[in-house]
């Protein structure tokens, strides 16, 4: 993916909160997360003592809406998880401007987006760390098994 770290997991799922934890999250911490997207990213919030806080979606793509994201930053704010779904990359250049500007950290949830490009880079590459599951549903599959990037 062009990433220049890699760490193997059992699971996507269990990446999202290594990577959370990783950003620095801990409790009382709270993270951004889309309004519609699976349970998981809220589980790994909450299984760091963090607080999820939801923004809208973009109607157009479903992704998160970086606008309302600008609105829900809080002095407790840490980080944000992005979801890229079906192949679809976030648009994570608002994303990651906004990150940039508060001192937060981006988390982008690409399981079910193994090898999607945004401006030609694949997207989970792009954010500060990257998020990929391989079980067997998924783009990419070994049975069980992902990846931080």
């Known amino acids: 993916v062009g990433s220049r770290y890699a760490s ?6 269990s990446g999202l909160p290594a990577a959370l934890f990783a ?4 409790p009382g911490d709270e993270v951004i997360s889309p309004a519609m997207t699976v ?3 809220a589980y790994a919030i909450l299984h ?14 479903q992704h998160i809406d970086a606008e309302d994201i600008v609105r829900k930053i809080t002095a407790h704010t840490k980080a944000i ?15 990651m401007e906004i990150a940039k500007a508060h001192n937060l950290i981006v988390v982008d949830d690409s399981a079910q987006t193994m090898m999607g ?10 954010a500060h760390l990257g998020v ?10 070994t049975g069980e098994g992902g990846m931080i990037v």
Do not use: C
């Open 8 to 13: 193997a997991v059992n699971s996507g799922t």
């Open 132 to 141: 990929f599951s391989f079980e067997n549903k998924k783009h990419l599959s």
């Open 23 to 26: 950003a620095g999250v801990g």
């Open 48 to 61: 760091l003592g963090g607080v999820p806080v939801f923004a809208d979606i973009e109607s157009a793509t």
């Open 39 to 41: 349970v998981m990213d």
């Open 117 to 126: 490009r945004y401006k030609g880079q694949v997207s989970g590459a792009n």
């Open 81 to 95: 998880i992005t979801v890229s779904w079906q192949g679809l990359p976030v648009d994570i250049e608002p994303v």
